[in-house]
């Protein structure tokens, strides 16, 4: 069964750092490139971050909301989002998401789904004080 699976989200306060893990199974993930999502409430989901492939240049990418603050990162078997710098307004379900290729589409604009293809369970990061 080819899945992803996520974890490390949880309830830090403002300015606190979380690292989210993404393992996949049923799949060989350092063939592809990996993102992240997040969803609020009432929000539709935004592309966060992403990372392709160590076949292809292993380069990664960020929406304007998380740049300088979050850094994706990949072993073979696991891809990382440390989020550092955290505000109330990252809070949400956060995504991993498994593409088609090995390359990474825009995070952001009508294609940010574009060759998507394997959604994790989602992990909730709160932050709050």
């Known amino acids: 069964q080819v899945q992803l699976v996520e974890s490390g989200g949880g309830l830090v306060q403002p300015g606190g750092s979380l690292r989210l893990s993404c393992v996949a199974s049923?799949?060989?993930?350092?063939?592809?490139?990996i993102g992240w999502f997040r969803q609020t409430p009432g929000d539709e989901r935004e592309g966060v971050s992403c990372i392709n492939s160590e076949r292809s240049d292993g380069r990664t990418s960020y929406g304007d909301s998380v740049k300088g603050r979050f850094t994706i990162s990949r072993d073979k078997k696991t891809v990382f989002l440390q989020m550092d710098t955290l505000k109330p307004e990252d809070t949400g379900v956060y995504y991993c998401?498994?593409?088609?290729?090995?390359?990474?589409?825009?995070?952001?604009?009508?294609?940010?789904?574009?060759?998507?293809?394997?959604w994790g369970q989602g992990t909730l990061v709160t932050v709050s004080s």
């Open positions: 998401v498994g593409y088609t290729g090995n390359t990474c589409t825009d995070l952001a604009g009508p294609d940010k789904y574009r060759n998507v293809e394997i």
């Open positions: 049923g799949f060989t993930m350092d063939d592809y490139a």
